[in-house]
């Protein structure tokens, strides 16, 4: 399928979604610029990139973190990971239209490419150079792997986790730290949904209605994400790793309380 005229791609928006993430925002943009830095490398006229950060209720520094990159900015206040990412990507939208009009030469959704990660993980240098690679070559929907940082594990944890996970195989679950969907298709199904928790897989499981669908499952371009056991939302990666790591004779972590920027969903 490369070199289809639908598959090519010609912008693509990155949407971040954070809430109180300063200790560990700046590692996840200094990844994220690296990123950018391979996809210029890999492609000698590459697609405009349009970089969203969701400051989601944030009361810490992430703000002023953000306001330093360089990258786009919004704010907003539901404390709900879903309704962040969709005003990230609403942000794109509006920004790929806005390029447009000055330029005189539109982008129709077939042709922008949405990718998400957390302000609590950590990207490849690869990873939007592997997305749009796959992405060109047919991809409406990436589905990509997520590791925890062993950093943040016991030798024991890090252990049970090698034993349920197999390097370099896509395992088939569904993260918002490290997925990627077509324009034409995020829309199709009404994009991310308002939800505190799993608006990435309510955002898959409707894409995969369609019959037509072309969906890629890699662990090419796996994101590095916190492996703490306390997450932003009560039921998601934290929670994850909770249940699959934590001794049964260890009290149960108390979540915190559901927002946008945390790769558990």
Known sequence: MNGLWRDVVDAIG?????????????????????????????????????????????????????????????????????????????????????????????????????????????????WLAAQIAIAEDGADLIVGTVRPDFADLTVEQTAAWLDTHVLGHAGGHVHGANLGVRGDSYLSVGGFAALAEHEDVLLVESLRTDPSLREVDTDECWVLTSGRFVGRSPGGYARHLRDRLQRSDEPPAEPIAASGGQADS
């Open 14 to 126: 990155v949407v971040i979604p954070i809430n109180d993430e300063e200790a560990l925002l700046p590692r996840c943009l200094a990844a994220l610029r690296e990123a950018l830095d391979e996809l210029a490398v890999h492609h000698r006229h590459p697609p405009a990139v349009h970089v969203v950060l969701v400051l989601d209720a944030c009361t810490d520094g992430s703000a002023a973190i953000a306001a330093a990159s360089g990258f786009t900015a919004i704010t907003t206040d539901g404390r709900n990971v879903g309704a962040a990412r969709a005003a990230g990507v609403d942000e794109v939208f509006a920004r790929v239209a806005a390029g447009a009009e000055s330029s005189g030469a539109e982008i129709e959704p077939g042709h922008v490419w949405i990718a998400t990660t957390d302000a609590d993980s950590v990207v490849p240098r690869n």
